[in-house]
């Protein structure tokens, strides 16, 4: 009886959430974390390099990958792995008549 | 069903894919990241020799470059692990470690022949060294894909007796 139930429990959408959210203690220390690193990264914005950034640094950063040569960069990136994954699709579809077993020559 | 009349491509194609992602891999985080010898895009943003505002932003575009490939490595082993996954699962399909390992090799030394020959020879994206004379670094790079495909294929035709094709990666049972 005690496993038929317990089915049901898990079933139960408001019981669900409750299992799901963060526990109030939690919560208690995550947030004001968030809050003092929020707080120390806003004090230090030119330290802020990222390309989605809005520190001086950051629009350069962001500048110089979608400019002009952005596609440039993207296919010298990607080429290699063109070629390379060319070369396996060739091993896997065209190979296996160049790696026949050698009962199918006897 | 003999060792002969199992079908080894299943094997070698994800083991190629393993081996590309891993060989990709070992470059980003040795020689990027580790070592930071070069970026992918340093000999266009260089990280040396400009002033050090430049020199954070072309790290930065460097980082974000290497990102991408990165992902393409990910990919790359992630498809690897898919096919050796069905490959384990088919039926008649050679399985011996031997022609993993190969596989595996095989695929390693192809990324660093075709990503050398495409990024520091044909495209000079960048060098395997990016500072003082480059050409040594990259000539032993590429000779170390070479090592490692012949390497890697003798390791496959030695087993897996079933692979014939001279102008596939195995060679005849003969040799």
Do not use: Y
């Amino acid at each position: 009886m005690r496993d038929a139930r317990k089915p049901r429990r898990l079933h139960r959408p408001a019981q669900s959430l409750q299992a799901v959210a963060p526990s109030r203690p939690a919560r208690c220390v995550v947030q004001p974390l968030l809050s003092a690193l929020l707080f120390i990264v806003s004090l230090a914005p030119q330290a802020l390099a990222c390309p989605i950034c809005s520190s001086d640094t950051g629009v350069e950063v962001r500048r110089a990958i979608l400019g002009p040569e952005l596609w440039r960069n993207v296919s010298a990136t990607v080429l290699p792995f063109l070629v390379l994954f060319a070369i396996v699709a060739w091993v896997r579809h065209r190979g296996p008549a160049r790696l026949r077993p050698v009962e199918d020559d006897q | 069903m003999s060792d002969a009349a199992k079908d080894p491509s299943p094997l070698i194609s994800a083991g190629l894919l393993l081996g590309i992602g891993m060989g990709g891999f070992v470059d980003g985080i040795v020689f990027h990241q580790i070592l930071q010898l070069h970026g992918m895009l340093t000999a266009r943003h260089p990280k040396t020799g400009v002033d050090p505002t430049a020199a954070l932003v072309n790290a930065e575009i460097n980082m974000f470059w290497d990102g991408l490939f990165h992902a393409f490595c990910w990919g790359s082993t992630a498809v690897g692990v898919a096919l050796l996954w069905r490959a384990a699962r088919s039926t008649g399909v050679d399985l011996s470690t031997g022609l993993l390992r190969g596989s595996l090799l095989l695929g390693w030394g192809a990324f660093n022949l075709v990503e050398g020959l495409i990024d520091h020879q044909l495209l000079g994206i960048h060098h395997v060294v990016e500072s003082g004379p480059h050409l040594p670094w990259d000539l032993a790079f590429l000779a170390s894909g070479v090592l490692m495909i012949l390497f890697g294929r003798r390791l496959i035709a030695s087993n897996s007796p079933s692979v014939v094709g001279h102008e596939g990666v195995g060679t005849s049972p003969s040799n």
